[in-house]
């Protein structure tokens, strides 16, 4: 199975653009495979926020962007909140793969 | 807007078999399109995919679980079910299950049941 690399930890002040990176290798990110990024708040479940590497589900505030170049990917995350503080995971996965490998999370701090 | 929801014994002894059951409402489970699936979370780490059943085109797991696990649809009751052998403290951890689209992302989460395996 690939492994999908997150930062532990990122942090930034209201009002501020943070970026989480997911990093993967030639063999997932770079063969093409999307990717999806996931927010989960203290003590509930996860939340899609971004899929197939930059698209928005109804009801996610543009705040949030997602692109992806090479073996890497990366959430934007614009103009930051106090509620926006959560873990963020990066999940690697398309209609051609079977096995869904999620990154390892990072834990967001809005200062 | 369709809802998950798991349920299931919150402890489990070491040993014996892990059973969870999510019920399906607002859509059906019998779509051959969607990716029925379970996902769990170990107590302060990360989301680990456990695996998934398509209505029509089978199983597919998690090959660190593959040789304890089992996971099956049951179209009369719109619900599908996971069952885990031979648990181990290691198996504690959060349960969720999701629908996957034919895409492989999760658009809809349960809650998400505690699992404790336990004597």
Sequence with gaps: QSVLTQPPSVSGAPGQTVTISCTGSSSDIGAGSDIHWYQQLPGTAPRLLIYANSNRPSGVPDRFSGSKSGSSASLAIAGLQPEDEADYYCQSGDSSLNDVVFGGGTKLTVL | ?119
Aim: hydrophobic share 30%; with cysteine.
């Design chain 2, 1 to 119: 807007q369709v809802q998950l929801q798991e349920s299931g014994p919150g402890l489990v002894k070491p040993s014996q078999t892990l059973s969870l059951t999510c019920g399906v409402s607002g859509g059906s489970i019998n779509s051959g399109a969607f990716r029925w699936s379970w996902v769990r979370q170990h107590p302060g780490k990360g989301l680990e995919w456990i695996g998934y059943v398509y209505y029509t085109r089978g199983t597919y797991y998690n090959p660190s679980l593959k040789s304890r696990l089992s996971i099956s649809v049951d179209t009369s009751k719109n619900q599908f079910s996971l069952k885990l052998i031979s648990v181990t403290a290691a198996d504690t951890a959060v349960y969720y299950c999701a629908r996957g689209l034919p895409d492989n992302w999760f658009d809809s989460w349960g809650q998400g049941t505690v699992v404790t395996v336990s004597s």
